[in-house]
């Protein structure tokens, strides 16, 4: 059985700061493969020294470091999943404590929690064996999707019975019951490129072309529950006035909250991309559109929560956060989606509480740290005891 450690809060969170700064030296923008490669060593030398047994997983994408993977028996195959990651959007590197928070570019998103993980792996070190297996999931680029490894997620998911994301938790109170899914589609279209003020010459403009389409996509989800289009970027090799544009690249996403929806925008987006909505005055021509799914996250779906892990999750939120539980939606995709399984139960935002995500002036709640950690040491605790019972 599971034995309650005892350890002040106060010696949690220094320590998690101290781990937080020593992993400070690692500038690991996902596409920085070393960078990510020497912080996942790193991790992987720490989760050992706390009695896990780890392992790198090549990317299937060269351009990536590996997934780290660390995990202790248990008494069952079947795990607790804890999912994480290395990589930030920014390079940063430079992080500060601004009175009670810390401060930087990807210190919510996802640093702090690998600290936090492996903390939590000491609290457990020593301990009989769970129920479950523990398990640590470590992305290595999971803000461009975790390409390369999700076939190695597909692996990993039959033998999960809970997964945790470790994402940051989005206010006091709130954990993650559900997530929006993505898909990433890059769009290239092909006018002609003309000087602007010939009347008489063959001209299309490939960038008016794209903010038809566009203005019909944002038509299509208009007024419609749990979608949102964007463009996230456009390029074009156009860079002067009186050009005509000639071609364009742009970045394109939508979030859905089913599959079925994802279908239904895919049909319409494939109508809408591949007629032309723009020709040539001379020729007749019309606009030439090519496009690829870069990326494609199912939703995660609200899992069925029994009551009594809702009353114990109500009961240590509200002495972890001191605000009551409240189960929340988001917008956003991460890699747990693809751990969703229809027998598992999935919950994310178990991380400190933070805000102001990928921006310089993304923020820790410093106060929230030790309590989420013993948070999550509880839920071990309980899910072991609740399986035992069962037993």
């Avoid at 989005?170 to 290239?188: E, L, M, T």
């Avoid at 000639?246 to 591949?274: C, M, W, Y």
Wanted: charged share 25%; with cysteine; proline share 3%.
């Amino acid at each position: 059985m599971y034995t309650h450690t005892t350890t002040e809060s106060g010696d949690l969170t220094t320590e998690a700061l101290n781990i937080f700064f020593a992993m400070g030296q690692y500038q690991t923008q996902s596409l920085n493969r070393d960078g990510v490669t020497d912080l996942q060593i790193y991790l992987k030398r720490l989760f050992e020294n706390e009695g896990m047994n780890c392992r790198l997983i090549e990317s299937q994408d060269k351009r990536f470091a590996p997934l780290l993977v660390a995990r202790r028996e248990g008494l069952s195959k079947e795990s607790i999943t804890f999912i994480a990651h290395a990589d930030m959007v920014s390079p940063n590197t430079n992080f500060t404590i601004d009175n009670s928070l810390l401060v930087g570019a990807g210190s919510a998103d996802n640093r702090i929690s690998l600290a936090m993980l492996v903390l939590l792996a000491r609290l457990l070190k020593g301990e009989m064996a769970s129920f479950y297996s523990i398990e640590f999931v470590i992305s290595p680029n999971e803000e461009m999707g975790s390409v390369g490894h999700l076939e190695h997620f597909q692996k990993l998911k039959k033998k999960t019975r809970y997964v945790f994301g470790m994402e940051p938790s989005p206010g006091a109170g709130k954990i993650i019951h559900s997530r929006n899914g993505n898909r990433w589609y890059k769009v290239f279209i092909e006018g002609i490129a003309s000087h602007a003020g010939r009347l008489d010459d063959a001209s299309l403009n490939a960038a008016h072309e794209l903010f038809k389409k566009y203005q019909k996509l944002e038509e299509l989800v208009r007024d419609r529950s749990g979608v949102r289009l964007n463009i996230g970027a456009l390029e074009t090799p156009f860079k002067s006035f009186n050009t005509v544009c000639g071609s364009v690249t742009a970045k394109i996403d939508f979030r859905f909250n089913s599959p079925l929806v994802r279908d239904e925008l895919h049909q319409k987006f494939i109508q809408i991309f591949e007629s032309s909505q723009s020709f040539c005055q001379k020729t007749n021509a019309g606009t030439q559109c090519l496009y690829s799914i870069e990326d494609d996250c199912p939703p995660m779906k609200q899992s069925e929560i029994d009551i009594t892990l809702k009353l114990f999750l109500s009961r240590e939120v509200a002495r972890s956060d001191g605000e009551a539980l409240s189960l929340v939606h988001t917008g956003g995709a991460a890699d747990i989606n693809y751990f969703s399984k229809h027998d598992n139960i999935c919950l994310d935002g178990l991380g400190a509480i933070g805000g102001k995500l990928h921006t310089r002036e993304e923020f820790v709640e410093i106060a929230s740290i030790a309590p989420r950690i013993q948070l999550l040491k509880s839920l071990i605790s309980y899910l072991h005891k609740q399986r035992t019972i069962l037993c």
